[in-house]
């Protein structure tokens, strides 16, 4: 008599297969989701201290536009330029921990105009010379 134990054993190699593919695709998706828990998180922070500098800056420009020429506003030191266009204020809002919003004010009577606004990396910056990379000259 014959009994259908091949049957069972592909079944049990399937089955075991199929175990092991959702366990892999369940460990994928785990760490994908850990990632992007840890994008979203610094996203959030960047934003938050960018609109901090932001909120600081506006309140700084409103000064000087209301005739204010301190040389620090809020722990900020302001630099003043004189051009042919007038009377500029210079001054820089740290927005988080390696960046800092620059800000150039044309100042006029009782306003002024927004020369620059942005917002630039200020941490150290190190080339990367591990890697030897060829000059054009002969080997």
């Keep these: 008599m014959r009994r259908g134990g091949t049957v069972s054993g592909a079944v049990s190699l399937v089955m075991i297969f199929a175990v092991l593919c959702l366990t892999v695709f369940s460990v994928l998706t785990l760490s994908t989701a850990v990632g992007e828990s840890k994008l979203a998180q610094a996203t959030a922070q960047h934003t938050a201290d960018y609109y901090a500098a932001d909120a600081q ?5 409103a000064q000087l536009g209301q005739g204010s020429r301190a040389q620090e506003i809020d722990g900020i030191a302001i630099a003043y330029t004189n051009d042919a266009e007038g009377q500029q204020a210079i001054f820089f809002v740290p927005a988080g ?9 044309l100042l006029q009577n009782q306003s002024y105009d927004i020369l620059k606004w942005e917002l630039t990396y200020s941490g150290d910056w190190q080339a990367d010379q591990s890697i030897a990379v060829w000059d054009g000259g002969a080997a």
Excluded at 57 to 61: L, P
Excluded at 97 to 105: F, G, M
């Design 97 to 105: 921990e390696n960046q800092t919003l620059s800000v150039i004010l």
């Design 57 to 61: 800056a506006t309140a700084i420009a």
